[in-house]
């Protein structure tokens, strides 16, 4: 426990502008970002007598060991830096909603040639405009089913597209006028546009104009005595009422609104909110957070506002707002909220009428969420809390391990051997600090050795963490003030240092094939950071090989276990209980013991530490196998250097396979169209020099396989 006066600035260092301030940990990690119109003035009221404050701002305060700051120009500043700086670096003590799940959307690809109608979720894409979120994917399709007879847009997936358009026959739904099948060029991609428009226009709450149309031509088309065609008027009409009939009318004025409402207690609090567009409820979503800074209803007014609208623009953002109560600064958060949509947005609180009445319910299901929360996580918490007692008492531990580290091998035959590491804290997955190891110390198959190699590399990384924040320096660090600031919200605090590359979770970064984030966090790639490379400068971002397990688990028996047992004595490690689960009788093995720990059935010790083994194996294999799939799919046209994807393609296209390629002759390979002498040349020695593909077999007939493509036989 640090003591705050340690790292208190000198009094007038503070400047008493607008700014944002982050508070950093003994290992540099950022712990909490926050937000004042006079720095000076805020930060004071960390360094007031400890029995004086809140008891949670009293945690951070002793957690951290230095604090700065970065001055800027206006408030609405201070709150656009505070958003970037608490995304970026994910800090402890900072308010983060968390949604109870993936809502689903119904997207319109605008961004396409022909746009399509389907339901998505996940993050927002650029060029595709959103509706909802709903609460079931159902209610979208229904939806969806309904409008597709008046606007029969493309609702099919680009390789039931392309095939429409090769075989020239539409699918189902175009034989059945449910899309209007630009697959076979019923319609022009103008027509089609336009149809996609009208389907969003009308999505948007813009559905008086339709309805009445459609009721007029029916109309002509009676007087006209087009009896057919009034008949599919009168059922699209009735078919745009049911789906409008879905969201009912709230807000008589076809209003477009959010309506956020919050119920919390000393712990935790839940959010609710509700968009409203055209006077119709549009979409509903919940957040769930833990009330690890003390704010009130308006810090958490705030840092809701800030989380829905942080990534938004335009009409995404609708004209007014309506909460329980206004955040610290209202006509920064205003300010801010205009900037994103374009235009004014009002933020206040709804006094009377229908709108009152709409937050009532809104409150009440926010209410009702807590409860529900609540309820699921008192249940939740005494299971895992009881499972982590249990795995203490029968491994001696002093205490519950409330971090655990499992690691398992996988390979196929003793090729592309990897290796898995996977996190839970307090009984729950941490998948954000899962790591993926290739074995490069040998070659073949040897579990045991793998094992060793893996636990080394792991706790080696950690160890030069640890030497690099200065735990093992005998002598103090100095307690004096943190250097000046920063004031440039857009610098790096020291240009000249390079950022850690290993603990990066921007999957753009360079990197180097060795651990591999998981791919639940970002995407899997290739260039992945290297654990045993030299420890760079901290950039404040959590850190993956930071922090010490409690207990590591292995996947495996005494062999294994004695293996990572060697690997931490051999680095000086003796803190770390070390465990393996043998999958035949699911035995828990300990080191230098002859017997294992036998767990009972039924015991919710056993039952975690299985859960823990089984997401080690499933993140191991599944890297194993991708690892092997694209060894499969590679070509021997790979190893040719500066021969890029298009002239393989065209080099392929030219000569129908690689088996083709491979008989023709250079003066063959120069009439492929961007091919000089020196490339033919070199395609030609890497396809002499390539070891003879395995040939492909069908498993039901047991015949071979010809290659017939660009890539190896599969």
Partial sequence: MADPSSYRPKPGQIPDSPGVYKFRDEHRRVIYVGKAKNLRQRLANYFQDLAALHPRTRTMVTTAASVEWTVVATEVEALQLEYSWIKEFDPRFNVKYRDDKSYPYLAVTLDEEFPRVQVMRGAKKKGVRYFGPYGHAWAIRETVDLMLRVFPVRTCSAGVFKNAARTGRPCLLGYIGKCSAPCVGRVTPEE???????????????????????????????????????????????????????????????????????????????????HVRGGRVRGQRGWVTDKVENVDTSGLVEHALQQLYGEETGDSVPKEVLVPALPEDPDAVSQWLAGRRGSQVSLRIPQRGDKKDLMTTV?????????????????????????????????????????????????????????SMVVFEDGLARKSEYRRFQIKGFE??????????????????????????????????????????????????????????????????????????????VPDTDAVPDPDAEPREDDGRPKRFAYPPQLVVVDGGQPQVAAAKRALDELGIDDIAVCGLAKRLEEVWLPDDDDPVVLPRSSEGLYLLQRVRDEAHRFAITYQRAKRAKRIRSSPLDAVAGLGETRKQALIKHFGSVKKLKQATIDEICEVPGIGRRTAESVAVALASAAPATPAVNTATGEIIEEDDGGSTT
């Avoid at 309805?211 to 599919?232: F, G, P």
């Avoid at 001696?396 to 090729?415: K, N, V």
């Avoid at 250097?483 to 979770?505: E, G």
Wanted: net charge negative; glycine share 4%; charged share 35%.
């Fill in 192 to 274: 089609h546009r336009e149809l996609a428009d009208d389907f969003c226009d009308f999505m948007a709450g813009r559905t008086g104009t339709y309805i009445r149309r459609l009721e007029k031509d029916m109309m002509a088309a009676a007087e006209e005595m087009e009896y057919e065609r009034a008949a599919r008027l009168r059922d699209d009409v009735e078919a745009l009422k049911r789906a409008m009939e879905k969201s009912a009318v709230v807000l008589a004025d076809a209003t477009d609104a959010d309506l956020i409402a919050v119920a919390e207690d000393e712990l935790e609090a839940a959010v609710q909110i509700f």
């Fill in 363 to 419: 409150q009440r299901n926010a209410q009702q969420a807590l409860g529900l929360h609540k309820t699921k996580r008192a249940s939740d918490l005494t299971t895992r809390s009881r499972a982590l007692e249990e795995i203490a008492e029968a491994l001696g531990l002093d205490t519950a391990p409330l971090r655990i580290e499992c690691f398992d091998i996988s390979h196929l035959q003793g090729d592309d051997v990897v290796a």
């Fill in 444 to 521: 073949g198959q040897d579990d045991v050795r793998s094992m060793h190699e893996v636990i080394g590399r792991r706790f080696k990384r950690y160890l030069q963490d640890k030497e690099r924040t200065g735990e093992w320096e005998e002598t103090p660090a100095p307690t004096g003030p943190v250097p000046a600031p920063q004031t440039d919200p857009a610098a790096p605090t020291d240009p000249a240092a390079p950022t850690d590359l290993a603990a990066s979770t921007d999957p753009a970064a360079p990197t180097d094939p060795d651990v591999v984030p998981d791919t639940d966090v």
